[in-house]
């Protein structure tokens, strides 16, 4: 690797930090909800009315999202984010959702509150898990969710094609058993219904992954977390990041 090239990887990583801050802000504060509910482009002014913030602060955060491409300018400094980049998860369609491996629920109860019509629930084996989620729709109030402590890798015989939307996200590769949990979301899926999987970008091969920083971190959390999730039980697929 060139020196230069070494550097650039230290600045932009840096800089990608930073970024990511205001994007924490952004989520915090309401900033993208209140631009992802606007259907025309609007001033730095009429944003911080939507999210009661101050002007100044809000053009300061459009400033950076903006020059780091989340957020798009008119020449007029109007701001939007286009409408095929914005989530679009309502449905009238949708009354069964579970979000397999839910860990403390923040996807679910998101979900949930997305679809006020469905009935959202999350499943996860870790104890812990389940009683922090439980904690969280408690205080959050969340009316259409329901947090279920998986005591063994089989779904309930009562959901056999209950559900029209799956989620896996980051699980997959912690399943000591992926291909019995793939089998049972098969059953327990409705004929048209639909599985989103998100999993890790990361090569089993190492030598595909260099220069990959992503991968760098995503090894860390298989060290200390992943590979013992998916070496649990035996049979073990022991995946780690990416095997
Ligand atoms: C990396 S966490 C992801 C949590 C959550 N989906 C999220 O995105 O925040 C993986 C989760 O899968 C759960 N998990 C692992 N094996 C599982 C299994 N056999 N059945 C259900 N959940 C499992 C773990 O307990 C953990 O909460």
Not at 110 to 115: N, P, Q, R, S, T
Not at 157 to 174: N, R
Not at 198 to 226: E, W
Request: aromatic share 8%; hydrophobic share 40%; with cysteine.
């Amino acid at each position: 690797m060139e020196p230069e090239e070494y550097a650039d990887k230290f600045s932009s990583t840096v800089t990608n930090g930073f970024i990511a801050l205001e994007i924490a802000i952004g989520l915090k504060l309401g900033l993208f909800n209140s631009l992802n509910t606007f259907t025309s482009q609007v001033t730095s002014k009429e944003l911080a009315v939507s999210c009661k913030l101050k002007e100044r602060y809000v053009r300061e955060w459009l400033g950076c999202l903006s020059a780091a491409g989340f957020v798009c300018i008119t020449p007029d400094d109007k701001y939007f984010i286009p409408e095929a980049c914005k989530p679009h998860t309502e449905s009238n369609t949708i009354s069964n959702v579970l979000d397999f491996g839910c860990g403390p629920g923040c996807l679910t109860i998101k979900l949930a509150e997305h679809l006020p019509k469905a009935k959202v629930y999350g499943i996860d084996i870790d104890r812990n898990s389940i009683e922090k989620a439980k904690e969280k729709k408690a205080k959050e109030n969340i009316p259409n969710v329901e947090f279920v402590l998986l005591e063994n890798d089989h779904l309930d015989e009562s959901w056999t094609k209950k559900f029209d939307w799956i989620t896996m996200v980051d699980v997959l590769h912690d399943l000591p058993n992926p291909n019995l949990s793939i089998s049972d979301i098969k059953r327990i899926l409705k004929d048209d219904g639909i599985v989103s999987l998100i999993d890790p970008c990361v090569h089993s091969d190492h030598k595909m992954n260099l220069g990959n920083q992503s991968a760098a971190m995503l090894y860390v959390f298989s060290t200390f977390l992943r590979l013992p999730c998916s070496m649990s039980r035996e049979p073990a697929a022991a995946n780690g990041s990416a095997e």
